[in-house]
């Protein structure tokens, strides 16, 4: 349904976010909304990269999650050989930051809610959060600005760029005149063929609202 599943990793040292390091990834191999099969994917590229170009290695990995993502984890770094320590973040029903989980077996490390390392916790899930959303949103708006403009006879990939560079997104093409879109690159009549193509009723229209809550923002890793 073109809903650009995504995944995202973030990087803290020595308790400070490490924006250089943060990385973000679309989902290549999984059909649907698997969660675990996403993590797996991601943590394969990410290892399997880190190992080629022997880059620096963290010294804990927390997921996003409770035992299903750690074991998932613990799986891929085990097929590539490396042995670094897995911890979970996982939350409550109200998708607030509960407990971390660590050890093998997997147990609850006592943690009080007003301590430095809990709050550490919740900053990471919520940096992580923040910054696989704000991905993921901008996937979908490219993915729902290309597709409102495909079909449309003389706007090839390279105007419809232009379009982009210049607007940012339709609802700042709606309200430009025709001149104006002209202006940003494309022939006189492909402009009037824009306009008139956005201000009909798109067949995808009525199903965008409800899409855009169910999309699944995977947020596998961060180190």
């Not at 799986?75 to 590539?80: N, S």
Request: charged share 30%.
């Amino acid at each position: 349904m073109g809903t650009s599943p995504v995944s995202a990793m973030v990087v803290f040292i020595d308790g400070k976010p490490s924006k250089k390091d943060y990385r973000k990834y679309k989902i290549k191999t999984v059909v649907g909304a698997d969660d675990y099969a996403s993590m797996r994917e991601v943590m394969t590229r990410r290892y399997s990269r880190a190992l080629k170009e022997e880059t620096a290695l963290p010294d804990l990995i927390a997921m996003d999650g409770g035992a299903g993502q750690v074991n998932i984890a613990k799986e891929v770094l085990r097929e590539l050989g490396l042995a670094i320590p897995v911890a979970g973040m996982q939350k409550n029903d109200k998708h607030q930051t509960s407990e971390l989980l660590f050890g093998d077996p997997l147990e609850v490390v006592p943690l009080s809610r007003q301590s430095q390392e809990f709050f550490l916790l919740t900053r990471i899930q919520d940096e992580v959060h923040r910054f696989a959303i704000t991905f993921h949103r901008q996937l979908r708006g490219k993915n729902t600005f290309s597709s409102k403009l495909d079909g449309i006879v003389g706007l090839g990939p390279k105007r419809k760029q232009k379009l982009l560079t210049t607007f940012k997104n339709l609802k700042a093409i709606e309200e430009a005149t025709v001149q104006e879109v002209a202006e940003a690159g494309v022939p006189y009549e492909v402009a009037e063929r824009v306009k008139n193509t956005l201000s009909a009723p798109h067949k995808s229209d009525e199903n965008c609202e409800s899409i855009k809550d169910n999309v699944p923002l995977l947020k596998s890793e961060k180190s």
